[in-house]
């Protein structure tokens, strides 16, 4: 088992992220990805010198198969004629998390990363807010270069993006929302109030749809849990709930009669986001050279973009199809069925990780999140957590 030093540097991942791309603001010469694909190597190498990569039940061997599977499709990949540049990126994204965070979510006892990553992704959306308000020359250059969003401070009005970026600050308010809601239940109302607030306004003002999707069903999620399954100050969550709403519903409407309008717009267009991406992902399938073992992980992905005119681009599981075939898409979806059942077999442990799971995976109809660097960790980690007392029973077997 890793001890608290050992484990200090995986626990404290979102924090030194954060600190990584605030740095970077000031700093041009900082490459983020290649930093947090360093630091998950290191990770990786502390895991395999303690032999923490074992074999101990069926969900390990499945991950074992799928990362294996990804490995293999580089040979898949190379007949593409895409610089090799392209696979290995997508590998740093998408695979790496999986080594490095399945295997500690299910060693770790504490449960503390969690708790680490809420309070820094606290911090780092109260940063965030400052910037957007503010809009420095430095920030604005760095968002235009990892969000192509110009150096125009009109640009940063509508849609908050922290210093993340969009889609990673939508995903990851969602997953703050429920971690400080989590909190809020076990202090007994004692902690996690100020965090909730802040994780709140931020996923608001994303007006990211997979993110007000995933956050709502977070919140639903979590108030059935209060209400109906633990024991707790059902009365003091339901008061608190009420004072968010209407505090919001006054400041919001009080200072822009077209926010609401707009926010719910946003929200009920779900079929025109999905007829809008249709097009693309049958196209992108369409073009598969081997629908039964794919083309090669990174094939129709964004690093693809600049070097061909075919990608799959907002719909992870078609793009999962077309460069993992069916036989990798299968190996994916047994992962996910199986931690579920395995997380449902011990709910109260574990009811925080299985819905991380499903908000991702909701996530990723819309949104490339499995390969994101800064969203796929906490999905792993968390099917990590649900194995873990399987695990922890075949080791003391």
């Not at 074992?54 to 190379?78: E, K, M, P």
């Amino acid at each position: 088992m890793l001890n608290s030093a050992k484990s200090a540097l995986v626990n404290y991942y979102y924090l030194i992220t954060i600190i990584v791309y605030f740095s970077a603001i000031y700093f041009p010469f900082i490459r983020v990805g290649l930093f947090m694909s360093l630091l998950m190597g290191i990770g990786i190498f502390i895991l395999y010198k303690n032999k923490d990569i074992t074999l101990r039940n069926r969900l390990d061997i499945l991950v074992l198969a799928y990362i294996g599977y990804n490995i293999f499709s580089f040979f898949v990949f190379i007949i593409s004629g895409l610089p090799l540049s392209v696979y290995f990126m997508e590998f740093s994204n998408s695979i790496l998390p999986i080594i490095l965070f399945y295997f500690f979510g299910r060693l770790n006892e504490h449960n503390s990363f969690y708790n680490i990553t809420l309070y820094s992704l606290v911090t780092c959306f109260i940063i965030g807010f400052y910037f957007q308000l503010t809009v420095p020359e430095n920030y604005a250059v760095f968002m235009s270069n990892i969000d192509g969003v110009g150096t125009n401070p009109a640009n940063f009005i509508l849609n908050y993006r922290s210093y993340l970026g969009l889609t990673a600050t939508g995903s990851l308010s969602a997953i703050g929302v429920l971690l400080s809601f989590s909190i809020l239940h076990k202090s007994n109302f004692k902690a996690g109030k100020i965090a909730l607030v802040i994780c709140f306004i931020a996923l608001i003002l994303t007006f990211r749809r997979a993110a007000l999707y995933t956050g709502l069903f977070a919140i639903l999620w979590m108030n059935f849990l209060v209400l109906f399954k633990f024991k707790g100050s059902k009365l003091k969550l339901l008061i608190f709930e009420l004072l968010i709403v209407f505090v919001f519903l006054y400041w919001f409407g009080s200072s822009d009669a077209e926010f609401f309008e707009g926010l719910s717009q946003r929200f009920f267009s779900l079929s025109d986001a999905i007829d809008g991406r249709s097009s693309s992902w049958l196209s992108g399938l369409s073009n598969t050279q081997n629908i039964l073992l794919g083309d090669g992980l990174g094939r129709y992905g964004h690093k693809a973009v600049e070097y061909s005119d075919i990608y799959i681009p907002d719909g992870n599981y078609f793009r999962m199809i077309a460069e993992l075939g069916i036989i990798g898409f299968l190996l994916f979806i047994l992962i996910i069925f199986t931690s579920l059942y395995n997380g449902v077999s011990k709910f109260e442990n574990n009811y925080i990780g299985l819905c991380i799971i499903i908000m991702i995976c909701m996530q990723a109809v819309g949104s490339d999140v499995f390969s994101f660097q800064l969203v796929a960790p906490l999905f792993w980690y968390s099917i990590g957590r649900c194995s873990r007392f399987n695990y922890l029973k075949k080791v003391k077997n």
